[in-house]
């Protein structure tokens, strides 16, 4: 009964673009995660935020039975709850965004913490984390510091971080669950975990349930602003229309931006619509620029020279040219996002056949 139970809820994960390993070591992290009453629960949850009224009435359990282990599972991290027009809706997380980084956005350190952290890692190693970028489409893409964008070049409304923060009236701070987790495994860069950022409704769900704290507009500039000077790399979501994160990210520790740096995989993450250009009349070949970048995009010679393909358009680089050689400069060819997350849902499905 136990094993069938997790093998069903891993069809369910499945059902979700990043998917779930069918191995014995994911078996481990399930249990881990969910207990056997609450693993079979999971999986029979829709993948849409559901009022708990038709969840009870597709499953024939009553309210009374299931709200305390959905309750539960939303303050671990495995059931997404939100309250709209005063009914509880409810739904599974995936494990990719969702689950995963739940789990050390609390920033704990006890043994459970530890151990999850090296379940996760070991199974990024083994074959999962090959799966998450097996798609043409990205999850995540690359935006680039506002400040580096030249003035007067017309840019797109999402290509600007101030939009997104601008319009959103919820945005909660969060602990960096990677660099948290490779801190559990003694691994950590050690720069700033207190980096990301959350909007609407996911960001609602972290206050409500402790993952996170709410903080203003300002405030969130400011993380801006102190990643930047950390040399991290602005994440987010894969869209145009609203993004659910604003993560500040490090080649080293984060499990996206890996996808580039340890799997070396260079179209794991989507790039900006920029790329570094270098100016070779003022360039005096010092290095600071190689130096900055997470992706092994600049060398030294006669003058810095940057490797196009590898450029991802962050502009961390050109806040530490002494000489102001560097500016970003429009791609020649732009893939646009999905114009929201379920359409970049559903395109990544598709391109994994599983739709």
């Known amino acids: 009964m136990t094993e069938n139970t997790y093998e069903r809820l891993i069809d ?3 059902q979700y673009p990043a998917g779930a ?10 249990k881990t995660l969910f207990t056997e009453k609450e693993a079979e629960l999971a999986g029979e949850l829709p993948i849409l935020p559901t009022p708990l009224p038709s969840i009870c009435g597709m499953l024939g359990r009553s309210e009374g039975e299931l709200k305390p282990i959905l309750e539960t599972m939303s303050n671990k991290g495995l059931v997404y709850h939100r309250k709209q027009d005063g009914t509880d809706h409810y739904s599974l997380f995936p494990l990719v965004p969702g ?10 350190v006890n043994e459970r913490a530890t151990k999850l952290a090296g379940l ?4 990024w190693h083994t074959g999962w984390a090959e799966d998450l970028f097996a798609s043409k489409t990205q999850l995540a893409r690359i935006v680039v510091m506002e400040k580096e964008i030249p003035s007067g070049v017309e840019v797109f409304p999402y290509e600007r971080v101030s939009k997104f923060i601008q319009e959103s009236d919820d945005i909660a701070l969060s602990v960096c669950y990677c660099r948290h987790e490779m801190e559990l495994l003694g691994k950590s860069c050690g720069r700033p975990k207190d ?3 959350t909007f609407g409704p996911f960001a609602r769900y972290a206050v409500e349930r402790g993952f996170g704290r709410k903080i203003t507009r300002e405030d969130a500039y400011k993380v801006l602003d102190r990643s930047e000077e950390e040399g991290l790399v602005h994440l987010s979501d894969n869209t145009q229309k609203r993004i659910n994160f604003i993560c500040n990210c490090c080649g080293c520790c984060c499990g996206l931006l890996g996808g580039v740096t340890r799997l070396h995989k260079p179209h794991a993450i989507a790039t900006s ?6 100016d070779a009349e003022t360039c005096v070949a010092c290095g600071s620029c190689v130096d900055r970048c997470h992706f092994g995009a600049l060398t030294v010679n006669e003058i810095a020279e940057v490797d196009r393909e590898k450029c991802l358009g962050c502009g961390l680089c050109n806040m530490v040219c002494p000489t102001e050689s560097l500016t970003m400069k429009r791609r020649e060819t732009l893939a646009e996002p999905k114009r929201d997350v379920r359409d970049l849902m559903t395109t990544i499905m598709q391109e ?3 739709l």
């Open 21 to 30: 390993p069918r191995t014995e070591k994911f078996i481990e992290l399930l």
């Open 352 to 354: 994994k056949g599983k």
């Open 273 to 278: 619509h920029f790329v570094v250009d270098i």
């Open 12 to 14: 369910k994960l499945n």
């Open 99 to 108: 689950i995963f980084e739940l789990q050390f956005m609390k920033g704990e």
């Open 120 to 123: 996760f890692d070991a199974m």
């Open 195 to 197: 980096t990301c950022l």
